[in-house]
């Protein structure tokens, strides 16, 4: 069977390479040839993010630095959130009671290198939750 030139063939058929290049072309047309978007209008509202709160149960801060101290005082229970949301991600399903010696695993080896992210990571992976999930 002949193929039909690149010209005569229909839209659906074209490669999506071509496609692109046609949409950029169009934007081109539309904002020049700087292939620059419209600017946003100059008199845009701003407002002012106050980050002072308190937490639930818990001090109040008045800003990032100050929220982040009081996370690093709280490293057990940072940890113990942190697992629990990893497993909850990795898992594909909520982090229950059954999950604890997990948890607690994956703590005591973060532990042993100053709690960092890819130890937790590391934990998970090897685990036989992880493996026959």
């Known amino acids: 069977m002949r193929q039909l030139p690149s010209q005569d063939r229909p839209h659906r058929l074209r490669s999506g390479k071509l496609r692109r290049r046609r949409s950029?072309?169009?934007?081109?047309?539309?904002?020049?040839?700087?292939c620059q978007w419209p600017s946003r209008p100059q008199d845009r509202k701003t407002?002012?993010?106050?980050?002072?709160?308190?937490?639930?149960?818990?001090?109040?801060?008045?800003?990032?630095?100050?929220?982040r101290?009081?996370?690093a005082t709280r490293a057990?229970?940072?940890?113990?959130?942190?697992?629990?949301?990893l497993i909850e991600?990795?898992?594909?399903?909520?982090?229950?009671?059954?999950d604890e010696?997990?948890?607690?695993?994956?703590?005591?080896?973060a532990r042993g290198k100053n709690l960092a992210a890819r130890e937790f990571i590391h934990a998970l992976v090897l685990s036989k939750a992880f493996h026959t999930k």
């Open 89 to 98: 991600y990795a898992l594909g399903r909520p982090c229950g009671f059954s």
């Open 24 to 34: 950029l072309a169009h934007g081109r047309q539309l904002h020049g040839d700087g």
């Open 76 to 85: 057990d229970d940072f940890a113990r959130g942190y697992s629990s949301a």
């Open 69 to 71: 101290d009081i996370i």
């Open 101 to 109: 010696p997990l948890v607690n695993a994956m703590i005591t080896q």
């Open 47 to 67: 407002w002012t993010i106050d980050p002072a709160a308190k937490l639930h149960n818990g001090p109040a801060f008045k800003d990032y630095q100050e929220l």
